[in-house]
């Protein structure tokens, strides 16, 4: 082989395993910045969105007790029919829930159980004397504050989370009813359809203890309490206060409900069983790295023409006074010792 082969081998042989292996390191670097940086930004989001849900299931609890504890409700129970009292003890019952009911801005319907579960008093009088003792915001209401999971109402046909709680005879605590709060989960829908920081394909939705998703999706219309998601990949979790070390441990990169890759992280809601998941499409997610991977063929390209250039020039440098040296050596040794064998240069060759 000719040395300006060889040289023009060894030079670029060398400039390619150089910018292969820049250009590896470089992108397997910045996809672990990357990833890093979008997995805390996923678990911070899910975080500050639980703490923003259970601070709201506090305060509805907390506003069911308090009426429970209600005296006019409670004296309400504890009169019959027929006697002279009732109806105005009643009057002041519906005014107090229909008050609640102006002054809450999820609230849209509240009503007293007696301790059959018959409905006896109602912000929405339409509900008055329907039974509801089959119903699990009575059944568990009985035994103390409850909350059912998100339902479509079957009278309003309106998406509902009911938050009951029992009422007892202060003097004798003996069981006289329970009170119901219904609300619309819209606060919920709020909290899943801020995408701040989530980029053009990132989404928060909450999924339910049965695997239904419960809040809208960003990109398929009317899918809350109909799109079953697969949550095989997420690690179930018993607290929402665990370490941040491992919540880093629970981001994955997997397939969504829309058989997209997406990196996805959650956090789990033990109360009522919900896991809230924020995810981002990995193609979004890792688009700096490829752009930051385009940059470098493109300039390893751009380096490769000019070492071929380089490396040409310099080989040529090389052999061109040795190819000299080999011609006059060869007109010589015919008997032409006239020829002048040399050349300037001040090298070796020289």
Same mark, same amino acid.
């Given at each position: ?96 829930? #229909? ?38 915001? $009575? ?23 009911? $938050? ?10 003996? $069981? ?42 960003? $990109? ?5 309490? #109909? ?33 997209? #890759? ?89």
């Amino acid at each position: 082989m000719k040395i300006q082969k060889k040289i023009l081998i060894i030079i670029l042989s060398l400039i390619i395993l150089v910018s292969i292996s820049s250009t590896l390191i470089s992108r397997h670097i910045a996809t672990n910045i990357i990833k890093q940086q979008i997995t805390n930004n996923l678990i911070n989001t899910t975080q500050s969105r639980a703490e923003h849900i259970k601070t709201f299931l506090d305060l509805e609890k907390e506003a069911v007790e308090q009426l429970s504890n209600s005296v006019v409700i409670e004296e309400l129970l504890l009169l019959e029919k027929e006697e002279e009292s009732y109806f105005q003890k009643y009057d002041n019952v519906l005014t107090r829930l #229909k008050h609640t009911t102006k002054t809450g801005e999820y609230i849209y319907d509240i009503f007293v159980l007696d301790v059959t579960g018959i409905i006896i008093a109602s912000s929405d009088e339409k509900n008055i004397g329907k039974d509801k003792s089959n119903d699990p915001y $009575f059944l568990e209401g009985k035994e103390g504050v409850f909350i059912k999971d998100v339902y479509i109402s079957s009278y309003k046909q309106r998406k509902t989370l009911a $938050f009951s709680a029992p009422i007892f005879n202060e003097k004798d605590i003996t $069981f006289l009813g329970v009170v119901v709060i219904r609300v619309s989960p819209e606060v919920l829908y709020d909290v899943a359809t801020d995408y701040t920081g989530l980029g053009q394909t990132g989404e928060i939705y909450l999924v339910n203890k049965y695997g239904y998703m419960i809040s809208p999706s960003r $990109f398929i219309d009317d899918v809350s309490l #109909k799109q079953k998601i697969d949550l095989k990949h997420i690690k179930e979790c018993k607290d929402t206060e665990i370490p941040f070390v491992l919540l880093r441990k629970m981001v994955n990169i997997t397939t969504d409900y829309r058989d997209i #890759k997406v990196l996805t992280a959650h956090t789990h809601i033990p109360e009522m069983g919900w896991s809230l998941v924020a995810e981002m499409d990995v193609q979004e997610a890792f688009t700096p790295v490829t752009q930051l991977t385009d940059i470098l063929i493109l300039a390893f390209i751009i380096i490769l023409i000019i070492s071929i250039l380089i490396s040409g020039f310099t080989s040529r440098t090389i052999t061109r006074p040795i190819k000299k040296l080999y011609i006059g050596t060869n007109e010589i040794t015919k008997g032409n010792l006239d020829y002048k064998v040399g050349t300037p240069s001040l090298d070796e060759v020289g």
